[in-house]
C-alpha cells in the first residue's frame, strides 16, 4: 500500500504538477487515506492538514494531521469552505457545528485561519458518507500572493465534494471575476 505522504509530497512542491495529475494525485490519496483505519478521529475537533510556508508561498503537508486522517475508516463527505479573509468562513462552520470555540476565529485585522483544517462532525449525508468541514486561509490576506490564494482555492476544490463561496458582501462581478482569476491562476481548466 501507498505512504499517503509519498502521494501528497508533490503537492508540498506548490502545485507544479499539470491540473489533471493534481487531481489524480489527491484522488488518489482520498482513497488510501479512507481505505486505512485504526483509531476514532474525534468529532468537532479542527485539525490542520496543509500549512504555509513561512513565505507563503506554497504549502506544506502536515504529518501529525494527515496520521490523524488516515486513522478514519468509512466514506467522507467533505464540505470545502472558501472566501476572502475575514469573511465569516470559520465563524460559518462553527454555526454548522453548533459550537463557537471549534474552529478559532479572528479578533484581530491579521488573518486568523492558516493552510487548511478539517473537522469531523457527526452529520451525515444522504448517501451514508460522515459530513467533515474543510476551514480554509482566506483570499487576499495583507502581503500574501494571488498563486498562494490559487493554491488554497485548488486544494478545497479538487478534495470537497461541496464547496461553499462564503463572503460577507454580495455575491457581484468583481467577486466572481476574483474567483475567475482564482481559477486561471491555478491553472485548472487548461
Known sequence: RASPFALLSPLALGLRLPAMAVAARLLALVAVLLGTARAEVP???PFQVVRPTPNHSSMVAVTEGLGLLAQH???????????????GKSFLLNALLQDTQAFQ???????????IWLCRTNLTASDGSEVWLMDSEGFFGPGIDEGYDAKVFTVATLVGAHVVYNTVKVIDQQAVGLLEMLIQRAQLFR
Open 43 to 45: 468529532f468537532n475537533t
Open 73 to 87: 475508516q468509512g466514506r467522507i463527505a467533505l464540505v470545502s469552505v472558501v472566501g476572502p479573509y475575514h469573511s
Open 105 to 115: 476565529v479572528g479578533k484581530k485585522t491579521s488573518p486568523e485561519t492558516m493552510g
